[in-house]
């Protein structure tokens, strides 16, 4: 099947700091990539969509300017928290779609963030 | 847009016996209903899906229900096993659209 990596797996980095988590999927191409934030024992929240070559579509309440997307290839989407707090430590899950017409989306190991 | 519930927020269940979990979707365009398995500090590992012009699926010992007049859809796993001690996340979508997740049911087996 579809394979979606993610990296870091896990980071801690200190307030005010920025962190940037890659997305990549490794034997696809990903016309579209969504980016998750998931609080401990919560369902997952999407924060955006990226369609490579355009900007992000965010979700109402979350920051653009802190939450930065990129998704410059299509295998490749870039989330970077800037000027990180502690309240955006959670973990991150990106999945990705393969092409216009299909339905399920394939989603990476998740990336947990620390901010101290 | 759209929204998802779902029911029980726990469960538990003895070993062998069947779990039910129920969600139910607010947007009739929705068309692709797939559920999902969360082991701690994992990905959504997908388990089964069923799209809108389909009743029921199943695979082994689990198996889905849509009912589209009534916007909901249902998880049915059988001969349950300690493994199958998870959360579990419904969602519903359209098409190639974001998936929306419903709150999700920590099933807990007991041996």
């Known amino acids: 099947g579809a394979v979606v990596s993610q990296h870091p797996s896990r980071v801690i980095c200190k307030s005010g700091t920025s962190v940037k988590i890659e997305c990549r999927s490794l034997?696809?191409?990903?016309?579209?990539m969504f980016w998750y934030r998931q609080f401990p024992k919560q369902s997952l929240m999407l924060m955006a969509t990226s369609n490579e070559g355009s900007k992000a579509t965010y979700e109402q309440g979350v920051e653009k300017d802190k939450f930065l997307i990129n998704h410059a290839s299509l295998t490749l989407s870039t989330l970077t928290v800037t000027s990180a707090h502690p309240e955006d430590s959670s973990f991150y899950i990106c999945?990705?779609?393969?092409?216009?017409?299909?339905?399920?989306?394939?989603f990476g190991p998740g990336t947990r963030l620390t901010v101290t | 847009g759209e929204n998802v519930e779902q029911h029980p927020s726990t469960l538990s269940v003895q070993e062998g016996d069947s779990a039910v979990i129920k969600c139910t979707y607010s947007?009739?365009?929705?068309?692709?209903f797939p559920w999902y398995k969360q082991e701690l500090g994992k990905r959504p590992q997908l388990i089964i899906d069923?799209?809108?012009?389909?009743g029921e699926k199943k695979d082994q010992r689990i198996a889905v229900t849509l009912n589209k007049t009534a916007k909901h859809f249902s998880l049915h796993i059988t001969e349950t096993q300690p493994e199958d001690s998870a959360v579990y996340f419904c969602?519903?979508?359209?098409?190639?659209?974001?998936?929306?997740f419903g709150t999700g049911t920590r099933l807990t087996i007991i041996p």
């Open positions: 947007d009739s365009a929705s068309n692709y």
């Open positions: 034997d696809f191409q990903a016309t579209t």
């Open positions: 999945s990705a779609l393969e092409g216009t017409l299909s339905y399920e989306q394939y």
């Open positions: 069923i799209r809108s012009n389909v």
């Open positions: 969602a519903a979508k359209y098409g190639n659209e974001k998936l929306t």
